[in-house]
């Protein structure tokens, strides 16, 4: 089934084009960093499997008469959306890496080392329109990139912001 509630339809689409944001972001910081993007696109589209989950539960439940609150929408999506999105991860047999970094996306471990999730993690900071946070400008300098290099991943998010190029008319 497909979701119907125009909230829930809302939502699915602010996820999904916040999923493209961050795999886009992802590749080209990868890019930069001279490590393979092709993972880090992967991990990126599938960020927001969880929330994307819980959506379709809640449109389940509706289709069986529930009737659901933005209140309750949203505190489903912050309770369950973590715990659906492992579920599936784990049941989809991802690759540990795969998942380390989808979930880094999220939460970045303490004390990585990994440029594949330091560039995870900065790509979902720039997606949620962080590039200046400091947590954003501190992963950006230990991956190694420069001013220059911020700008223009700075300019490169801006031109993707908006973008709704996944929607079929």
């Known amino acids: 089934g497909h979701l119907r509630h125009p909230r829930l339809v809302e939502k699915a689409e602010t996820f999904i084009e916040l999923a493209e944001k961050v795999a886009h972001n992802a ?24 929330e994307l989950a819980v959506l379709k539960v809640m449109q389940e439940a509706i289709d069986q008469n529930c009737s659901i609150s933005d209140d309750q929408i949203e505190s489903g999506l912050r309770a369950w959306a973590p715990i659906f999105g492992n579920r599936l991860k784990v049941q989809w047999h991802l690759p540990i890496q795969l998942r380390e970094l989808i979930g880094a996306v999220h939460v970045l471990p303490k004390a990585t080392t990994s440029k594949s999730l330091l560039v995870m993690r900065t790509a979902a900071l720039m997606a949620a329109d962080g590039s200046d946070t400091e947590e954003c400008l501190r992963l950006q300098r230990r991956l190694g990139l420069n001013e220059c290099d911020r700008e223009q991943l700075k300019h490169a998010n801006a031109e993707t912001s908006g973008d709704n190029s996944w929607q079929s008319d």
Do not use: N, P
């Open 27 to 50: 590749q080209i910081v990868a890019t930069r960093v001279d490590i393979d993007a092709s993972e880090i696109h992967v991990a990126g589209l599938l960020s927001r499997i969880g």
